[in-house]
């Protein structure tokens, strides 16, 4: 596992000048925080959560978010950004030949399917894979969806840009309105729970990790 961090690490600093790093170890942090509320292993979850958006840092997909930092994505560009986890995937196969080894089971769900939904009427990609996964992987996805989903939130952040899908800075009462917004259909209603429940303990350490 360290092994394959190191090279996630050394691949993200290339998407630095629009905050996929700094993104990407928030994901992670907040994965393995949450965590335990899906029945997953912290640690693995710590790993998705690092490795999720390698897939952004492949050239054709860089140039398109370097291009749009800030702006809304046309049709052509969406489609493009939109291979990003299948990309990552291609990423993650490369570096388990290179390694000699295979990721834990949940991992290319967990970076291929991160931005499906919970109810999954929506996201992408939904494709018959998905659909043929276990609860156990559903569950695993949801908790990198929702870490992905909060990061995203704060997304100014991480990227001065505004690279990320929130643009606006928001505070904590607006960020769990919305999240209240899409309980049940984006985003697993556990989480969501416990997130209000929790945040006012640990979002201090968040920001003192993460606040540039």
């Given at each position: 596992?360290?092994?394959?961090?190191?090279?996630?690490?050394?691949?993200?600093?290339?998407?630095?000048?629009?905050?996929?790093?700094?993104?990407?170890?928030?994901?992670?942090?907040?994965a393995?925080?949450?965590?335990?509320?899906?029945?997953?292993?912290?640690?693995?979850?710590?790993?998705?959560?690092k490795?999720?958006?390698?897939?952004?840092?492949?050239?054709?997909?860089?140039?398109?978010?370097?291009?749009?930092?800030?702006?809304?994505?046309?049709?052509?560009?969406?489609?493009?950004?939109?291979?990003?986890p299948?990309?990552?995937?291609?990423i993650?196969?490369?570096w388990e030949?290179?390694?000699?080894?295979?990721?834990?089971?949940?991992?290319?769900?967990?970076v291929?399917?991160?931005?499906?939904?919970?109810n999954?009427?929506?996201?992408?990609?939904?494709?018959?894979?998905?659909?043929?996964?276990?609860?156990?992987?559903?569950?695993?996805?949801?908790?990198?969806?929702?870490?992905?989903?909060?990061?995203?939130?704060?997304?100014?952040?991480?990227?001065?840009?505004?690279?990320?899908?929130?643009?606006?800075?928001?505070?904590?009462?607006?960020?769990?309105?919305e999240?209240?917004?899409?309980?049940?259909?984006e985003?697993?209603?556990?989480?969501v729970?416990?997130?209000?429940?929790?945040?006012?303990?640990?979002?201090?350490?968040?920001?003192?990790?993460?606040?540039?």
């Amino acid at each position: 596992m360290k092994e394959i961090l190191q090279k996630a690490d050394e691949w993200l600093r290339k998407g630095g000048d629009i905050g996929i790093p700094r993104h990407s170890d928030a994901v992670a942090w907040l994965a393995e925080r949450f965590a335990p509320f899906v029945g997953a292993d912290r640690e693995l979850a710590y790993l998705v959560g690092k490795l999720h958006d390698v897939g952004k840092v492949v050239k054709e997909v860089l140039k398109v978010l370097r291009r749009n930092r800030g702006k809304s994505l046309t049709e052509e560009d969406w489609i493009i950004v939109k291979k990003h986890p299948s990309l990552g995937i291609t990423i993650l196969e490369r570096w388990e030949r290179e390694l000699g080894y295979k990721v834990d089971p949940l991992v290319k769900p967990g970076v291929l399917y991160h931005h499906a939904w919970w109810n999954e009427k929506g996201g992408y990609p939904l494709e018959e894979g998905f659909f043929c996964l276990g609860q156990e992987e559903k569950d695993f996805i949801s908790l990198i969806k929702f870490a992905d989903t909060i990061a995203s939130m704060y997304g100014p952040l991480f990227s001065p840009e505004g690279e990320r899908t929130y643009k606006k800075k928001r505070g904590l009462i607006e960020i769990v309105d919305e999240l209240h917004r899409i309980s049940g259909t984006e985003l697993n209603d556990t989480l969501v729970t416990e997130f209000s429940l929790l945040w006012f303990s640990i979002e201090e350490s968040f920001f003192k990790r993460f606040k540039k």
